[in-house]
């Protein structure tokens, strides 16, 4: 699943904290900036845990202001894991 997150998301730990709460449900991907401001999110893993981290990407870390969220599948394999670039 590829979630690309609009707002106030740089500069506010929105990667850091979407890497935490990633690995507490067990889920793979990344998280990292993009030129434009905002941040893509690529996670796999067990449907209800995306689902999940899905839903939480509206809210982020205290600081974000999230507009949107646009999800879309993701055609490739995602290594094992969850990492910011």
Known sequence: MQCIVTGRV???WYR???QRKAETLGLDGWARNL???RVE????GPHAAVA???GW???G???AAVERVEVAD???SVAAGFTTR
């Open 52 to 54: 999940e981290l899905c």
């Open 35 to 37: 030129p434009d401001g």
């Open 74 to 76: 993701y055609g490739e």
């Open 16 to 18: 850091a904290t979407t």
């Open 10 to 12: 740089q500069g506010v």
């Open 57 to 59: 990407l509206w809210t």
């Open 41 to 44: 999110v690529v996670i796999a």
């Open 61 to 63: 870390p205290p600081r």
